[in-house]
C-alpha cells in the first residue's frame, strides 16, 4: 500500500473480497445499514472509523485495531463481529444524498484519487439487498 492512511468517519463490509463504503452524518443508518448487509451475507471490515490507503488503482479499506470486530447497535450497545480483512472498495453509499430520480444514470465518488461507483441511498427501502446484489453483479449499465 501506498501513502499514509486516511481515517474517515463511516463504515466498511465486504462481500466476497469487494468492499463497501458507507458515509453519511452522524445517526444517518451508517451502522444499521452495515448490519442490514451483514445479516445478508457481507461481513465487517469497520464501524464507525474506516482507514482508506491507496494501493495501485484500488482503495483499500481496513479497520483500526482499537475497534476491529465491533459494530454498534444503537439501543442495543456494540456487538462482536468476526473482522473481515482489507478489502478492495468496489462502491461508495452516500446515506445523505438521495437518488434524483428512479433510475438514476451512473454515479461516482472520488476517493484518495480514485473515481469508484457512488449509490445515493438516502430513503432507499431496499438498499441493503441491492447492494448486496451490486457486489454480486454490479450495474446493468456496466455491462
Known amino acids: 500500500m501506498s501513502g499514509a492512511p486516511q481515517v474517515v468517519h463511516g463504515s466498511a463490509v465486504a462481500l466476497a473480497g469487494r468492499g463497501v463504503l458507507v458515509l453519511g452524518a452522524s445517526g444517518s443508518g451508517k451502522s444499521a445499514t452495515a448490519l442490514s448487509l451483514?445479516?445478508?451475507?457481507a461481513g465487517l471490515i469497520a464501524d464507525d472509523r474506516v482507514c482508506l490507503s491507496r494501493a495501485g488503482a484500488a482503495v483499500i479499506a481496513a479497520a483500526p485495531e482499537a475497534i476491529s470486530g465491533l459494530i454498534e447497535a444503537r439501543g442495543i450497545g456494540l456487538l462482536r463481529a468476526d473482522p473481515q480483512p482489507p478489502a478492495a472498495l468496489a462502491l461508495v453509499v452516500d446515506l445523505d444524498a438521495a437518488p434524483p430520480a428512479r433510475l438514476p444514470p451512473p454515479a461516482h465518488?472520488?476517493?484518495?484519487?480514485?473515481?469508484?461507483?457512488l449509490i445515493c441511498g438516502k430513503g432507499i427501502a431496499h438498499l441493503a439487498p441491492a447492494v448486496i446484489q451490486f457486489l454480486k453483479t454490479g450495474l446493468a449499465a456496466d455491462r
Not at 38 to 41: E, F, P, Q, S, T
Not at 109 to 117: H, I
Open 38 to 41: 451483514m445479516a445478508l451475507g
Open 109 to 117: 465518488r472520488d476517493v484518495l484519487g480514485v473515481a469508484l461507483p
